[in-house]
């Protein structure tokens, strides 16, 4: 199993909603990421869990709130979210530490959230 | 030919030809790096990465170079085709970090 798998695939949601995206790997990787990317942008780094602790956290506004609950799954539970919050999100995955290893993360489909 | 728009470079080619997408990376302590292409509505897909401590490496009708020297990638697909159509992203990665930074990006229009 080589995936990232994430859901929901597409999510729209109130401002004053509160919902959370999910993500999953079984590859064994040690270090997974949430990405946020905006229409022809490149993604951008949020948050990395390395070993299920945060190790990175971009400056993120403190309505993302990540969560890594074990080895396998990664959590992004969202809270009064703004309309400039809409973009695809992205989980992937990597096997330990990229100077390491030098191995590609993998990513999942993404997440078309819509904040209405 | 390569068009430069508000937001993402366009790269048209004609199918069969060859294609050279080009990036430079920003910090010069990265020591591995990453093509991606991004198709429309889907997450990232590796094509193929280099460690700093090399200057080219081939893959199945791809090739990526890098210059060090002045913080320079490039992709080269080789007989370029209509499945080649999509956003290309190049990623550095930090040396003693779990940051993979994206670049810029370049969209690839093959035409028939």
């Known amino acids: 199993d080589t995936e990232v798998t994430q859901t929901p695939k597409h999510l729209v949601m109130g401002m004053t909603n509160k919902k959370s995206l999910k993500c999953e790997q079984h590859?064994?990787?040690?270090?997974m990421y949430w990405y946020k990317q905006k229409a022809k942008k490149p993604p951008e780094l949020m948050f990395v869990?390395?070993?299920?602790?945060?190790?990175i956290n971009e400056s993120v506004p403190s309505r993302f709130s990540p969560e890594c609950p074990n080895s396998s799954l990664l959590n992004l539970h969202l809270h009064a979210l703004q309309p400039e919050d809409s973009a695809l999100y992205l989980c992937a995955s990597s096997p330990r530490r990229a100077v390491e290893s030098n191995t590609e993360a993998f990513f999942g489909q993404g997440t078309r959230l819509t904040v209405v | 030919g390569e068009s430069v728009g508000l937001h993402l470079p366009t790269l048209s080619v004609q199918e069969g030809d060859n294609s050279i997408i080009n990036c430079a990376y920003s910090n010069s302590a990265s020591d591995y790096f990453i093509w991606y292409k991004q198709e429309s509505g889907k997450g990232p897909q590796f094509i193929i990465d280099?460690?700093?401590?090399?200057d080219k490496r081939q893959g199945q009708r791809v090739t990526v170079l890098l210059n060090k020297t002045v913080k320079h990638l490039s992709l080269q697909i080789a007989a370029t085709q209509p499945g080649d159509s999509a956003v290309y992203f190049c990623?550095?990665?930090?040396?003693?970090?779990?940051?993979?930074?994206f670049g810029t990006g370049t969209r690839l229009k093959v035409l028939a």
């Open positions: 280099i460690r700093s401590n090399m």
């Open positions: 590859m064994g990787h040690r270090a």
């Open positions: 990623a550095e990665v930090l040396s003693g970090t779990y940051k993979y930074i």
């Open positions: 869990y390395s070993y299920e602790k945060l190790s």
